[in-house]
């Protein structure tokens, strides 16, 4: 049972590439986010989605883009990234929104 | 937005010990959970406490949603506790995490 799978684990880019971070779940949960943690700033909200084809901007959205094509999965895509995108990042999926399943989280940073 | 305080920030304990972690929020939430992310990082949902007390095991939490707060109980507190504790509230259909109680247990 491999619950939410994130990747890569770890990710080096410099500014101004783009990537995409993977995120996908095998329980069948609707609802799915990222979030990124920071030293001392605990875990902020990226963006979510309440099922397939539906977003929506959490706390910090600037920078980056979310699209939920499937149930599975929900990638999340830096455009051009900045060092202030240097963090690790988790993806969650929940049933019910409420009781959440964190990945093992991605450490990017940006050089 | 509605805001989270945990306290303390930081807490070196004995193993044995037992300690209280408190949990603050600004406004009237629909749910609060305690998570535990050890030392690899890995975050595991404790419990799911919108009202009331739970427990499980050493652990047991209580949540008094009228006065806006939530403790963690950890009792006779183990090496394998260590970690960063983090409460979340439910907003509409955010989680909004604090900042987290960094716990250190010390054999």
């Known amino acids: 049972n491999a619950g939410v799978t994130q990747t890569p684990k770890f990710q080096v880019l410099k500014t101004g590439q783009s990537m995409t971070l993977q995120c996908a779940q095998d329980?069948?949960?609707?609802?799915m986010s990222w979030y990124r943690q920071d030293p001392g700033m605990g875990l902020r909200l990226i963006h979510y989605s309440v099922g397939a084809g539906i977003t929506d901007q959490g706390e910090v959205p600037n920078g980056y883009n979310v699209s939920r094509s499937t149930t599975e999965d929900f990638p999340l895509r830096l455009l051009s990234a900045a060092p202030s995108q240097t963090s690790v990042y988790f993806c969650?999926?929940?049933?019910?929104?409420?009781?959440?399943?964190f990945g093992n989280g991605t450490r990017l940073t940006v050089t | 937005g509605i805001q989270v305080e945990q306290s303390p920030p930081d807490l070196i304990l004995q193993e044995g010990a037992n300690s209280t972690l408190r949990c603050n929020f600004s406004?009237?939430?629909?749910?609060l959970q305690w998570f535990h992310q050890n030392p690899w990082g890995q975050l595991i949902n404790l419990f799911y406490i919108p009202s009331g007390t739970k427990q499980n095991g050493r652990l047991s939490a209580t949540t008094v949603a009228t006065e806006r707060y939530s403790l963690l109980y950890i009792s006779s507190s183990q090496t394998t506790d260590s970690g960063v504790y983090f409460c979340?509230?439910?907003?509409?259909?955010?989680?909004?995490f604090g900042t987290g109680t960094r716990l250190q247990v010390f054999p």
């Open positions: 329980m069948n949960h609707e609802y």
């Open positions: 969650a999926s929940s049933a019910d929104g409420l009781t959440l399943h």
């Open positions: 406004d009237s939430v629909n749910n």
């Open positions: 979340a509230v439910h907003n509409t259909d955010k989680l909004i």
